[in-house]
């Protein structure tokens, strides 16, 4: 939108919308009317015809949408909506939700079970309308001055803009440093925000009236009447519906299969839905230590799935690494979305829609740290070591950030830290266990970069779901927290990492219908005899084997420690570290830099890797890093 009432520009316009094309690569649209211009990228999911091309208008065109996602719901909206008197063109989600827009206004998000972005331009009222779903499994960013504001799924496209300030915004890194991820409607750009999961932005008067709006929240209300059940009977059955309307797609769609309860789950019920569904698994030939093909060849196996599995190496790494950090627009929190690209490359060649197991920990329990900051106990998890690194909990939480500001000689009292007992506040546990240094001192950190800061601390804003949940039991709010905190940074990297390869992921455990009746149910019922996961077992136990039902030790994406010694991801990390332009940057500090090159240990070199490299490609723009970006994987 231009606030100074020009046209945008088309050229312009198109540079944005193009940029993004792996998010669309099926179809194309854009509409230039007044002061307003949407532009589209398709992937075309539900209704393959052209009737769901985007921009969309609603009858009279007074109405234009550009939305990105799936609203599962949309069959039982769009009957509802034509028993009101509603036209239908198409069988798209799209048109329903235009229809609903007409009929509820803002109010029409509350009717919506999906994954979306969307922006509506009512051109009757001069409006402005965006919204993005409950828990953000899409994105929606935007950046405003005092002569235009631009919104797009991705950074990227806002950047194609040259006035646009490239400025990295020193205090998003210092989060990235202190938890994996920015908080807040920060980026690591000053100036671009992000619209929050559960927001919606309402532009009126030419961009002088803007309005950001909460629509939804978690809200705990106990309910200690149901038996137990008719507790797993009414899970089990929100667990079927949500995958059975996630598995409606026009498109071919599979799942992805890591071995775990969560995506086991997924695929139980998935299998009941779609005949010869495909399931998808990553196998690394040669190291048993984090193959866990046994546990997804069984689950493919019991359900009747059709079992596929892929196996990268040490140089897929190395060369995948900048055309990831690209995509992700961010450093990425944790090398988990190596593996987790591979196995949707592998999906690629199959299927358009993959299902996921993701949100499973932070909504059933099932992270060590929750039992530990509640229960002040580790026991009921199995732990193991990996002679190259310690996997315990998801690798961009926990001991990784403390590893990584603590060294190789923090591991064992890190570890002891977990397991122990301690008086200290919930807040103060759920940083020892989650997070590295403050930025003043960390010793990664180049003095000059610390004094930027100005003193800020990111613990403040880390901490801050704990006071904004409705609840007083401590389950909850580290529950809460892991909604709020953790899952975004993963769902961020699900939904990049898969729109990268132009496969759609999609994560029906997180439907919100489920993660509100969860909110119903007291925190001893969800991990009844401290079982984490206690109520998602109960609720599939008679659709997996009993060796998936009853483990203990879930990995989720680990890369072998190996892959960080190999040659090719060796000269990658010295290339990079020891260069002039990093040693230079005034962000770290040079001698602890080369201090973990030479360690040469993952957890130590990941941060500053990927912040340099981001670095090159968005704040440079470096030629050479951005063809290596750019090249299809």
């Known amino acids: 939108m231009d606030l100074e009432h020009r046209s945008p520009s088309k050229e ?28 589209h990228r398709r992937l075309s999911i539900i209704d393959l015809s052209e009737a769901g091309h985007q921009p969309m208008g609603n009858e009279d065109e007074t109405l234009q949408i550009v939305f990105n996602g799936e609203i599962y719901n949309h069959v039982e909206l769009r009957n509802n909506l034509k028993a009101r008197g509603h036209v239908f063109r198409s069988t798209s989600d799209t048109e329903t939700i235009l229809h609903q827009y007409e009929e509820d206004g803002e109010r029409c998000l509350e009717k919506f079970n999906g994954m979306f972005a969307f922006v509506i331009w009512d051109g009757s009222t001069k409006t402005l309308f965006a919204a993005r779903d409950r828990l953000g499994i899409k994105p929606l960013y935007y950046y405003r001055d ?23 915004d020193d205090r998003a890194i210092a989060d990235y440093s202190f938890s994996g991820r920015a908080y807040g409607n920060k980026t690591l750009f000053r100036g671009i925000h992000e619209l929050e999961p559960g927001h919606s932005m309402t532009i009126t008067d030419n961009g002088q009236g803007t309005r950001l709006k909460k629509y939804w929240d978690i ?23 949500a995958v059975m309307v996630h598995c409606r797609s026009d498109a071919p769609l599979g799942c992805h299969l890591s071995g775990g309860l969560d995506s086991s789950s997924v695929v139980a019920f998935a299998a009941r839905h779609r005949k010869s569904l495909k399931t998808f698994s990553i196998k690394f030939s040669d190291d048993d230590y984090i193959d866990e093909t046994k546990y997804s060849r069984e689950v493919a196996r019991h359900v009747g799935a059709e079992y596929h599995e892929s196996s990268p190496n040490e140089k897929d790494l190395a060369r995948l690494l900048p055309f ?36 499973g920990d932070e909504l059933f329990a099932g992270y060590p740290a929750q039992f530990q900051a509640t229960y002040r106990r580790g026991d ?48 103060d546990i759920w940083v020892r266990l989650h997070c590295g240094h403050l930025p003043g001192k960390n010793p990664i950190f180049h003095k000059d970069f610390i004094r930027q800061l100005g003193g800020y601390s990111p613990r403040d804003e880390y901490v801050r779901p704990f006071f904004e949940t409705n609840t007083d039991q401590t389950l909850d709010k580290c529950l809460y927290h892991d ?11 699900e939904d990049r990492v898969s729109m990268a390869l132009s496969i759609e992921s999609r994560v029906p455990l997180l439907d919100y219908r489920i993660v509100e009746v969860m909110a119903t149910v007291p925190p001893e019922r969800k991990v009844n005899g401290l079982v984490p996961k206690y109520l998602l077992r109960e609720a599939v136990s008679a659709l997996l084997p009993q060796k998936v039902l009853q483990r203990k ?11 960080w010694f190999s040659k090719e991801v060796k000269e990658l990390v010295r290339n990079v570290l020891l260069s002039r332009a990093c040693l230079e940057r005034g962000i770290f500090n040079p001698q602890a830099i080369k201090e973990a090159v030479s360690a040469n240990n993952s957890l130590l070199i990941w941060f500053p890797l990927n912040i340099e490299l981001w670095f090159r490609m968005f704040i440079d723009r470096d030629p050479y890093w951005l063809s290596q970006a750019r090249t299809k994987a």
């Open 553 to 563: 030790d879930k990995l989720g994406f680990p890369v072998p420690g190996r892959f």
């Open 483 to 493: 909604l709020r905190v953790y899952l975004p940074a993963l769902l961020h990297l």
């Open 12 to 39: 312009m316009l198109l540079r944005m919308r193009d940029s993004m094309i792996h998010r669309g690569p099926d179809d194309a649209g854009i509409y230039l009317q007044g002061a307003v211009g949407l532009a």
């Open 324 to 359: 990831l950090i690209w995509h992700m627009d961010l450093p990425m929190s944790t090398d988990g979305g190596f593996t987790y690209y591979a196995a949707s490359q592998l999906a690629q060649r199959f299927v358009k829609v993959s299902l996921t197991g993701h949100g």
């Open 146 to 168: 005092d002569k235009k504001i631009i919104m797009a799924s991705e950074i990227k496209a806002i950047l194609e803009d040259p006035s646009v300030p490239r400025i990295p």
């Open 380 to 427: 009921m998890f199995e732990y193991r070591i990996d002679p190259n690194r310690v996997v315990k909990e998801s690798l961009a939480k926990g001991i990784s950030r403390r590893l990584f500001s603590h060294g190789i000689k923090g591991v064992a009292a890190a570890i002891r830290d977990r397991l122990g007992n301690s008086n200290r506040t919930l807040e």
């Open 219 to 241: 809200v705990y209300r106990y309910d200690y009447s149901s038996s137990h059940r008719d507790l797993t009977d009414t899970l089990h059955g929100l667990l079927e519906d």
